[in-house]
């Protein structure tokens, strides 16, 4: 009996979660069909890699070589915490040389990777994004966090890059601070939707880029995908489906590639945060939505660069604003937007 749905009005109130995180009025049942719809194709993805690699076992027992093989870790030495910074500066820089053949936009504050630092370790997630100081006293910052070696597994490096890093999170919100003609709300405010969406979308962008070139890399960048569309199924599961917390930890255990540790995390922060964790594979499923789109409207007029002007060029907005701009972008016949 972990769900909002035992308390007074439990339902209503997760309905207005569900609208308050995904900016849509996407039902839970509607959620909660599009999160195992997701799950399965993923999988299927993952099973061609599985194949690929020359792994003969189920996807499960893929998972479990994957979290156990020494070679998929960074040793938890001096050693081992520069290997993962010199490797997500890489991800990074091959991302920077690239970005002005997909972006028309590029912020003008720097990027770094930095380790968390010791006093912070303990509370600090796996890796997060810090924004610049408008001033430009600061640069945007993509914090690793080192103190446990075993939480991330080198696999899932680059997609995480891709995301925290550029062309997620800076590319996105670095550019948003520096638009000084927005209102502040749109400069420095936030869509959990709108900017998680962009994140994961940066991530599957990255293979488009030509990276992911090692399969067990793209194998990652499936994983992290997967727990993104595993979120849609537990949080609706829990909080509209009347599932149990062991029932929702299972559903993970069996359909990603999370620690126990991480399992465990991950369902009480649904627990406690209702509806939030919906709004990642959402917001990415609706910028993929609108590309599909106006790629289909425009033909040989579509310009990759130009769409992500026009998806990153009004700050942080609502889903159903994002598809108003870019629906007015396809009426006037697509270039580069004003």
Known sequence: DAGVWRLPNGEAYYNARLQLSTTTDLTADQIHQIGLDEVARIQRDMETIKTQVGFTGSLQDFFAFLKTDPQFQYP????????????????????MAVAPQWFSNLPKAPLEVRAVEPFREATASIAFYNSPAPDGSRPGIYYVNLSDMTQVLKPQIEGISY??????????????????????????GGYGAYSEGWGLYSERLGKEMGFYQDPY????????????????????????????????????????????????????????NPGQATSYKIGELKIEELRAKAETALGDRFDIKDFHTVVLGSGAVPLDVLGDLVDAWIAKGGGAPN
Do not use: C
Request: aromatic share 12%; proline share 3%; no cysteine.
């Open 217 to 272: 890399s793209d194998f990652g960048r499936l994983s992290t995908e997967l727990w993104r569309a595993v979120r849609l199924v537990t949080d609706t599961g829990l909080h509209a489906k009347r599932w149990s917390r062991e029932q929702a930890m299972d559903y993970f255990r069996h359909n990603s590639l999370l620690s126990e540790r991480d399992i465990q995390k991950e369902v009480e922060r649904y627990i406690t």
């Open 163 to 188: 995301h925290e890093g550029a062309p997620g999170h800076h590319f996105q919100i670095a550019y948003a601070q520096e638009m000084e003609h927005l209102p502040s709300f749109r400069r420095f």
């Open 76 to 95: 938890n030495t001096p050693e081992g915490k520069e290997a993962y910074l010199t490797d997500a500066r890489a991800f990074v820089a091959q991302v």
